[in-house]
DNA sequence: ACCGTAGGTGTACGCCGTACACCTGTCAAG
DNA sequence: CTTGACAGGTGTACGGCGTACACCTACGGT
């Protein structure tokens, strides 16, 4: 009888249990079109049964976030605090490439999550553990800004664009339709830079993960360079 | 009667002044409480009357995004391909920090409107001005990445959240709450050292511009190296 | 045997974006 | 002067959203 189908459902539907449902339909689905109602549904409950777990739409996120900064791997300890660094973003940047909407929803809210402050709190111990001043670990953190969390930030980001449309169209290549290529012929040129590249392979444009840690060493060497002259607030290196 | 004032409100609305009018309430009241109907209200007009001059909401954040982008200084003619890209990129953050919706909005969209394209496109023009070759310009485009557009995409930054709560309540500290402290022992230090900088006149945590000023510049000399050296993809500088 | 409580339900409210049919004033062509 | 196309504002309505509030129900401890 129905009764029994029901009754087969009951696993009382925790907090993780919601939380992780949360993930999955919005790595399914994107961000944009997760909503209390259809989580619901995805979990066989009535809207409101969720509010029995998370207090509201902005917890239920804040839970994501946490969620997904759990899946970080843990700092690694490392005689070179660079090469800690770097690891850890990379590994960052990895989760966050399971998770396409989950830059956007930590940008978007207004205080970071416990999570969030235990991640940054352990890279801040990494430099200081690296011989970096308090003072400088504090402006090295800000210059690093959202990369330290594993995202490029770019403003341009094609993964950001989470539901894809259902009819999984064959990734259109996108390179600038040739209209855009005549009023923006800079960015045409270095458009064009990218696609012959050795990885040309697939045209489609430039390499992320290249990008990524391209600019992500850029800003390590400079660190480090600061950290070998002792930087110091109020003088600069020149 | 009625019909006058109704009559006199008449100058006919066009795009420019709905979008100058959303983009006027998202300064005041925050992009999460800038809707169709209050923008409509603003305005003295019914909610569908808007549809006559933008196609939908999402059209009205990309007219808000180019209104912002048009207000950053167009590039000064400098023989130094450095100073003037510092000088537009902070010109942008000016712009920027009277809008502090617009990051997150620029984020949000998928793709970058064609006033953003410009922008970006003329500022591609000024590294290739400056002796860039395309390859080396292309990544430095994303090294830099939104940093380029004037906001330094901090995980936490307090000018987001837009629509405060009307109260004017007198910018509580918000140095970290001393429980937090505890847990986060590694960002307290930092926050303390930022504290007792010279300019902690306020004590409000730690001076925004100068923080983006020094990531900046990071940038701009690790990438100055770069050219110097004749930097070319797949050799990196060690 | 009792009852408190954890957890799922049902209804309802106010807000949102916007489709669609409609009205009204202006202005050019006949 | 008439006419009719059209730009632009109106009114109604629909479906979706977050969530307040009252309710029910099953279970574990006393």
Redesign the pocket.
């Known amino acids: 009888m129905v009764e029994q189908a029901?009754?087969l459902r009951?696993?009382?539907?925790?907090r993780d249990g919601v939380l992780r449902a949360a993930v999955a339909l919005a790595d399914g689905t994107g961000i944009e079109?997760?909503?209390?109602?259809?989580?619901?549904q995805d979990l066989?409950?009535?809207?409101?049964?969720?509010?029995?777990?998370v207090?509201?739409?902005?917890e239920?996120l804040d839970g994501m976030i946490d969620v997904v900064v759990a899946e970080i791997d843990p700092p690694v300890p490392d005689a070179d605090w660079k090469a800690a660094v770097r690891k850890r973003i990379l590994s960052a940047r990895q989760v966050l490439r399971r998770h396409p909407w989950a830059p956007l929803a930590i940008e978007s809210r207004t205080m970071p999550t416990p999570a969030v402050l235990g991640y940054l709190d352990s890279m801040v111990g990494t430099f200081r553990a690296g011989g970096f001043s308090a003072d400088l670990t504090h402006h090295v953190m800000h210059a690093m800004g959202s990369r330290i969390l594993g995202f490029s930030q770019e403003l341009f980001d094609a993964s950001r664009r989470a539901g894809r449309s259902g009819t999984t169209d064959p990734e259109p290549p996108t390179a600038l339709p040739p209209e855009a290529a005549a009023r923006f012929p800079h960015l045409a040129e270095i458009a064009a830079a990218a696609s012959h590249d050795e990885a040309s392979v697939v045209g489609q444009g430039c390499d992320d993960q290249f990008e990524f840690e391209f600019a992500l060493d850029l800003l390590l060497d400079g660190i480090e360079r600061l950290r070998q002259q002792g930087w110091t607030s109020s003088h600069r290196s020149r």
């Open positions: 029901e009754t009951r696993k009382p539907l925790s079109s997760l909503s209390m109602r259809k989580l619901a066989g409950v009535v809207p409101m049964a969720l509010y029995k777990h207090a509201n739409k902005d239920l």
